[in-house]
């Protein structure tokens, strides 16, 4: 079984989506992650669902565990609020080396490897376009029913 | 909101569970990751789905995407099959520095941010025993309707 065999349907946001509508594709359809597509509709990065949830986390309370105790409970329970009308642009964290993107040629096992390799679980089939995407827990269910 | 209240039952796996079950359980369950426990039931690890997948991908793949490519097709589908009887204490990946481990107190941003710098989309809450859990889904779905 290769990427081809698969690969599913995925939905895309664009550089330019508002960050909040991004946390809301993810939430909404149960997606492990996000493809963010650039112009041409080339996968621009791949977000797992924790770096999704990133772009909503104030810049100051990242990196900094101490900062984020000082915020109190009313305010914490809607940081999301924070984000306002910014996009995806102006939140994506830094792009690995590595993006997480095979060919509909890829192998389960090359598939596997590169997702924990990223940390990523779900990778995105191109092939020209974008394809669609392979799963960890579509790999997963196909892997071990072999 | 506190993680009191946004923590759900979640199974736990052991250091001494087959890994080959631990992807089974993932699988199944449709986990985002896997909290594993010690002897006395506190966390030991939480490994996001990526690196529950890692414990099933062969040393040899795990770091060099150019071995992936030289098993061919029918091997790569049934690479799980290498486990064999390996636990999980045997494949557990070099623990990182922060474990994705939080009281009951701990609010929505002091979670969000604990997901997003340990790349986890799952934090166990701990309070003398093990609690639950909070995910990454849980914690959208609330956040977005506060």
Request: include cysteine; proline fraction near 10%; hydrophobic fraction near 50%.
């Amino acid at each position: 079984m290769r990427a081809a065999d698969l690969l599913v349907p995925y939905p895309t946001v664009t550089l330019s989506t508002p960050a909040i509508e991004a946390a809301r594709i993810l939430a909404d359809a149960d997606l492990p992650g996000l493809i963010v597509v650039d112009d041409r509709g080339a996968p621009f990065a791949v977000l797992p669902g924790t770096q999704v949830l990133r772009l909503a986390v104030p810049i100051y309370c990242q990196d900094d565990p101490a900062l984020t105790y000082m915020v109190d409970e009313a305010a914490a329970d809607v940081f999301v609020r924070e984000l306002g009308d910014r996009t995806v642009r102006d939140l994506l964290p830094p792009q690995p080396h590595e993006l997480p993107v095979v060919s509909p040629q890829a192998t389960a096992l090359e598939i596997a490897a590169l997702m924990a390799r990223t940390r990523s679980p779900l990778v995105a089939v191109v092939d020209g376009g974008l394809q669609g995407a392979v799963t960890l827990h579509g790999l997963l269910d196909r892997v071990l029913a072999a």
